[in-house]
């Protein structure tokens, strides 16, 4: 991108190729669906909506809204906004109602796909949690156009605290998704916030897409994969696949804690018994290196207490080598935690400075506000963590996921319980309202949220980082 640049393209944050703009190629561009899946409306949803319906992409678009019900309070929000730009997009709201055999998510997926224009050649799955650059729709088509074996293509999320140890912790557990970039674009790894697939998939239901979703499906993202690990389809990831992603401001470790519970859940969820194993490779080799990574500090504080000890009571040297090898134990420890926190600043600036550049609109990212000191905490406190989460997840075989518990048998939802008095009032990481009065948004806390998302919209340094 600097090097089109440098060569006269201010476009480079669309294409690095700047006659890719001609109309003669924009034209020929295939016809694309988003589908965005919602659920609650919180401070960041305007600002993430209005991002992905004002795509620069060139080619036939259309933006597929899809709540539960009118109830939901994102129904009104996303269509006072859609109203605002009823002339200059196509989009449109999809009551998808209340899912029977599968997760609400995969259900209002598929009703979106139903919905979807005769046409689509490309369907995007969006989060309402992801912030688009402007040519992000148009680098993902390009990518399959390019290559039609690719069964899927994803991003990935660049987290941005709010201060909260639990937005730390949250950072600190999406950092291993950059390993996709390492692999020259291939991965097996997939985020359910974004991914690309040929719309046909969906029409014919090729590799038992849509009955494996649709069955006792639970996280599309590690269904999708089993399916193409099953069938050796390619799934990969462009290098400007990596979006900004706010977390809430009041997020409390208790919505932390909830999310890591629906994170270690997902590894109970399989399709085939190949997938099974796989999992429960994951989830013995994850319990083991979160606390094999934990272990070690521990030890160093034993070593420490015992060098202080030493050092009060006034040992002499000879009587100290054991103590001397814990301490210099305790230094190569240190030493590898300053690496891998110099790592993760590296990567976290390069993700930062790629994303000021594809998108030249916006306020700018900026590393000021990220505290390493909390980021080394997060990483003890969710690896000690996640094993707790992750054996808590396999015993019970049920969890509550915005109001709705799912509960799994052989690996695919069994039986679907719904309450507003069993579950939480927010969403953990967007911290988003789950309900409203019926067929009128709440007077307090969807209004309330409204108005403050749309005075933060309108003072855009509130979102710098």
């Known amino acids: 991108m600097k090097d089109s640049v440098r060569h006269g393209n201010s476009f480079a944050f669309l294409y690095h190729d700047v006659n890719e703009l001609e109309h003669s190629r924009q034209v020929n561009l295939p016809r694309v669906s988003v589908v965005m899946p919602l659920k609650g409306f919180g401070e960041h949803n305007l600002h993430n909506w209005r991002s992905q319906i004002t795509s620069l992409y060139g080619g036939p678009v259309e933006f597929l809204f899809v709540v539960e019900s009118i109830d939901d309070p994102a129904y009104h929000a996303v269509s006072l906004l859609i109203s605002d730009?009823?002339?200059?997009?196509?989009?449109?709201?999809?009551v998808a109602g209340l899912s029977t055999t599968c997760s609400q998510k995969i259900h209002n997926q598929l009703v979106g796909v139903e919905k979807m224009h005769n046409e689509t050649k490309y369907v995007l799955f969006l989060d309402d949690d992801v912030r688009l650059h402007p040519g992000s729709i148009g680098a993902l088509t390009a990518e399959m156009e390019k290559n039609p074996d690719i069964f899927i293509q994803t991003g990935y999320p660049l987290d941005l605290p709010s201060g909260s140890l639990g937005s730390y912790c949250i950072y600190e557990y999406h950092m291993p998704c950059s390993m996709g970039f390492a692999t020259g674009g291939k991965t097996f790894f997939l985020w359910g916030g974004c991914m690309m697939m040929h719309a046909d998939d969906f029409r014919l239901d090729r590799y038992g897409v849509v009955s494996g979703l649709r069955d006792g499906g639970y996280s599309d993202d590690m269904t999708l994969a089993a399916i193409s690990g099953a069938h050796k389809r390619l799934i990969t990831s462009p290098p400007v696949a990596v979006f900004p992603h706010p977390l809430a401001s009041d997020l409390t470790f208790s919505r932390y804690w909830n999310y890591l519970r629906k994170q270690t859940f997902v590894l109970e969820s399989y399709t085939t018994k190949v997938n099974w194993i796989m999992n429960r490779a994951l989830f013995t080799s994850h319990c083991y290196l979160s606390w094999g990574f934990v272990a070690p500090y521990f030890m160093s504080m034993i070593h420490i207490t015992a060098a202080l000890r030493v050092y009060i009571k006034g040992y002499s040297l000879e009587e100290t080598t054991l103590t001397s090898g814990g301490l210099l134990l305790v230094s190569c420890l240190a030493t590898c935690t300053a690496i891998e926190l110099l790592s993760m600043w590296n990567l976290t600036r390069i993700e930062v400075h790629l994303c000021n550049m594809l998108s030249p609109e916006a306020p700018r990212l900026s590393l000021a506000s990220y505290k390493w000191g909390r980021v080394f905490i997060a990483m003890l406190v969710d690896n000690f963590l996640y094993t707790i989460s992750a054996f808590r997840s396999h015993f019970?075989?049920?969890?509550?996921?915005?109001?709705?518990?799912?509960?799994?048998?052989?690996?695919?939802?069994?039986?679907?319980?719904?309450?507003?008095?069993?579950?939480p009032v927010f969403t953990d990481l967007g911290g988003k309202h789950l309900y409203g009065k019926k067929g009128a948004p709440p007077k307090v806390s969807f209004v309330g949220s409204l108005a403050r998302t749309i005075a933060q919209w309108r003072q855009p340094k509130k979102y710098e980082i």
């Open 85 to 94: 730009f009823k002339d200059e997009v196509d989009a449109k709201v999809i």
């Open 396 to 423: 019970s075989q049920s969890i509550n996921w915005s109001g709705i518990r799912y509960h799994l048998k052989n690996g695919k939802i069994s039986k679907i319980d719904r309450s507003k008095d069993m579950g």
